[in-house]
């Protein structure tokens, strides 16, 4: 008896080792997608994918005229039949782990991405570090369109031109999936995505190879604006001062330029920022909520258009420093008098930051906490130091006569 039990586990260890990998796939088997466009039409999804061209993109080493992806597109009830659907028309299984940029429309975001994104989450071969973005004034198809010089595949120029204006712009923000949904389910915040334009007037000439052919393209894909959401669905725009603002309150930004005039009225000297520390902070008082922002900001002066400025004095640093100050403030305040009045929406975190300081207080007031919210008040605080002026002191204007 222990003869054959010992016998059987051997067995069944052996079968173990001789399993290999059960559900590979061939490469040449699958349609690499890089990027997903979303649309409604007459009540259905119009589900758009870019796959790679893989043949098309080791020939442009040596010259390919093709392009190096291929546009996928069909309708369903649900993304996910959508996407089933275009089996009829691939040759090969789409294949979801690369994708790069996830676009929806305008039109559906006002709708609410809730079905949307809750595909997207549910699907195991769909990984979350893509980025969410809307397509303004435009079909979200159209963005896929668009062929792209500096990067071959539109995608990963979506892609790294986004990561690259969020490090360097700030009102750009890249939201990945992860980001987006802990958002819209969260209670004391709303999501924003940012919207992306199709620039340029004839829009055949965009979806063809020669649009990349010559120094300046026809049509360009163009990052501006924010979107804002109340909970799933778009309800507007934030322009490029009150999106920047909305990055400085949430702790996005990393490095951007902000601009205070000359003294003597004409020109404006450019401020570097390159570090920021935001604290945020939301309490209750004689029961009702009060909000404070304190921003820390460090930066370099990075361009001088005035005549009579001279930078090697302390008092001129300072003046600067008070006047970068008084702008950072403005915007801030700019931009939650807009989430007050024009959205009625939190979009910066105060409902959080009341929650974690008084959960009994949250527990009355987040049912209601938009409406408390445009009646909170909210100080703002900024404190700028410039720590350089670059490799050059005063301005070689000040030498030039008018």
């Known amino acids: 008896m222990k003869r054959t039990i010992s016998l059987f586990i051997i067995i069944f260890l052996l079968l173990n080792l001789l399993t290999g990998c059960w559900n590979r796939r061939e490469l040449n088997e699958l349609a690499i997608t890089v990027a997903m466009a979303v649309d409604k039409s007459d009540e259905e999804y119009v589900v758009s994918t870019q796959v790679v061209n893989p043949g098309q993109v080791a020939a442009k080493q040596g010259g390919g005229q093709k392009s190096p992806v291929t546009l996928y597109q069909e309708k369903g009830d649900t993304v996910f039949e959508a996407i089933r659907r275009m089996t009829t028309g691939t040759a090969r299984k789409l294949y979801f782990p690369h994708l790069r940029i996830l676009v929806i429309s305008e039109e559906l975001a006002e709708e609410g991405i809730g079905e949307t994104l809750d595909f997207i989450s549910r699907d195991h071969e769909l990984r979350t570090d893509f980025y969410i973005i809307i397509a303004k ?34 009102p750009s923000v890249a939201i990945t999936l992860d980001e987006l949904t802990a958002e819209i389910v969260s209670e004391g915040i709303h999501p924003n995505l940012t919207g992306v334009h199709v620039i340029g007037e004839n829009k055949k000439v965009g979806e063809m190879m020669e649009n990349v052919q010559g120094i300046d393209a ?9 979107a804002v959401f109340k909970d799933d669905k778009l309800i507007g725009w934030l322009n490029e001062k009150e999106s920047k603002a909305v990055s400085y309150v949430q702790g996005k930004v990393k490095s951007t330029i902000g601009e205070v005039s000359c003294p003597e009225g004409k020109g404006k000297v450019g401020v570097e920022v390159t570090r920021t520390k935001v604290d945020l902070k939301g309490k209750v008082e004689d029961g009702s909520p ?25 008092k001129t640093i300072d003046e600067l420093e008070k006047k970068s100050e008084k702008q950072i403030k403005e915007i801030i305040e700019s931009a939650i008098a807009t989430a007050k009045e024009e959205f009625e929406v939190d979009l910066f975190g105060f409902g959080e930051a009341i929650h974690r300081s008084n959960p009994d207080y949250w527990k009355k007031a987040k049912k209601n906490w938009d409406e408390r919210f445009t009646d909170m008040p909210i100080e703002v605080k ?21």
């Not at 896929?144 to 700030?170: C, Q, R, Y």
């Not at 026809?218 to 924010?226: A, I």
Request: charged content about 35%; overall charge positive.
């Open 218 to 226: 026809d049509v360009k894909l163009k990052y501006g604006g924010m």
């Open 290 to 314: 009060k909000g404070t922002v304190k921003i820390q900001v460090e930066g370099n002066v990075g361009d001088v258009q005035c005549k009579k400025l001279d930078l090697t004095k302390t």
């Open 382 to 402: 900024a404190d700028v130091k410039i720590r350089r002026l670059g490799t050059i002191g005063n301005s070689p204007l000040e030498k030039i006569k008018d």
């Open 137 to 170: 004034d435009t079909k979200a198809e159209n963005v896929l369109k668009v062929t792209t010089g500096l990067e071959d595949i539109p995608a990963n120029k979506l892609f790294t031109s986004l990561e690259t204006s969020e490090k360097s712009w700030a």
